[in-house]
Nanobody, 120 residues
């Protein structure tokens, strides 16, 4: 069993900042890739940012320069620092990881989601 616990969501005015955290715990060896997705009402869940164990990062175009994904491998925690937030960033944000189990297999896990609301 692997659990992902997200925190840091909330209500913020446009131009403000929030920092999301996602802590992983349970029966796994290490995290290979961590991702943040978001899903706005009536829309599909979309990838926002990703980071590998080596620290390589990638972002969707409309968050580049505003969002920063980072991780603390010792704490099995991934972060999403969001700055200059816009109303269109309003969504439920989900943490997602690829974790290696002791068996050598890699499994994908989802967090429960945290609401981010940006007011204009």
């Amino acid at each position: 069993q692997v659990q992902l616990v997200e925190s840091g969501g909330g209500l913020v005015q446009a131009g403000g900042s929030l920092r999301l955290s996602c802590a992983a715990s349970g029966n796994f060896l290490h995290i290979d890739v961590s991702r943040w997705y978001r899903q706005a009402p009536g829309k599909e869940r979309d990838l926002v940012a990703a980071i590998t164990t080596d620290g390589d990062t990638s972002y969707v175009d409309d968050v580049k320069g505003r969002f920063t994904i980072s991780s603390d491998n010792a704490k099995n925690t991934v972060y999403l620092q969001m700055k200059n937030l816009k109303p269109e960033d309003t969504a439920v944000y989900y943490c997602n990881i690829d974790a290696s189990r002791y068996s050598g297999s890699i499994y994908n896990y989802w967090g429960q989601g945290t609401q981010v609301t940006v007011s204009s």
